[in-house]
């Protein structure tokens, strides 16, 4: 039944093709976003999650 649903359609072959087209494009896009990131902002990112917050409590409830 699905199958005859979506051979009726027309130019249903180009939909596979442009969604190949935008999930090469975002990650390219990502990757060059990544490869020109300015290397003292890649310093400090990498050094976020073990920097210690003062106004954290570590006292339990």
């Known amino acids: 039944m ?10 249903i072959e ?3 093709i442009i ?7 975002f990650f390219l896009g ?3 976003w990544v490869k020109t990131m300015p290397k003292d ?3 400090h ?3 976020l999650p073990m920097e210690k917050d003062e106004d954290q ?3 339990k409830p």
């Open 19 to 25: 969604s190949l087209l935008i999930f090469v494009l």
């Open 30 to 32: 990502v990757f060059i």
């Open 41 to 43: 902002l890649v310093d």
């Open 45 to 47: 990112l990498k050094s």
């Open 2 to 11: 699905y199958k005859e649903v979506l051979r009726s359609i027309e130019n």
């Open 57 to 59: 409590t570590t006292e």
């Open 14 to 16: 180009i939909y596979p």
